[in-house]
């Protein structure tokens, strides 16, 4: 409690920012957010878990980056309490986050930060957001990673963003032609490793998914799809990087 009457005194005026927070004011806040992220996840309080998703959906922009950092670093987030709520939170914002994205370093955490906690499995399909928010966010992933003016770090999280809500269902087949055309680009031996490896650890989210959909479904368009990705994952055991090749193995 101590802590964080201690953070709460330490909010900037404004701004989140350097220049507006007195020196080793973030300092003191990162630490202080890593122990209650910790304290919270150990007692698996209520109360706590509660704030510690309240600071990740409505506080300081230093304060969310802190929080974003502690789920990538710490690996006993997954399947906890706190961290089945802190992605219930990741999920919620996700659409604000994609239109807002002004600062590309906090939308990199969050994108790392929601693809981390997803790889765990903490929530059921049925928790995650109504179709419409999810066809709005992959619409917006979609044209973000066509677009090509990203950064290879911030491609593959997007592409693995994306595959976790192809995984809601299969029946958007623009969406999915879409996603399977960058696959195929990304999945060129031409491009770069950290691409290669984001089509492998996307196809392994969504990929193995939309397989299985297609052998019991009848429709020729889902299984054309189908075809196509397995033959990227192929392509990719034949990789020239043996951790290429391994994640591609799962699928």
Known sequence: EAVRNELDCSKPAGKSGLSQIQVGAVTFCQFAVRFLCSEAARLASPARIRDICSLLQSGDMDLQKAILTWVIETEDRKNSDLGKELQLTLWKKLEEVLK??????????????????SSSQCLPL???PLSPARTECRGIL???????????DLH?????????????GFEDFTSLERWCAIIE???????????????????????????????????????????????????????????????????
């Open 185 to 251: 680009r990304c999945a060129e031996p031409l491009s770069s490793e950290v691409l290669r490896m984001a089509v492998a650890k996307s196809l392994n989210i969504a990929g193995a998914g939309l397989v299985w959909r297609a052998r019991e479904d009848a429709c020729q368009s889902l299984r054309a799809v189908a075809v196509r990705l397995i033959d990227a994952a192929v392509s990719l055991l034949q990789d020239e990087d043996q951790e290429v090749r391994l994640e591609a193995s799962v699928i």
């Open 156 to 168: 593959c999280h997007m592409l693995c963003v994306l595959a976790s809500l192809l995984t809601a």
């Open 142 to 152: 979609l044209s973000m990673v066509e677009s090509g003016d990203l950064s290879p």
């Open 100 to 117: 807002g994205r002004t600062d590309p370093v906090f939308l990199k955490l969050y994108l790392e930060a929601f693809v981390h906690l």
């Open 126 to 128: 049925s928790h995650k």
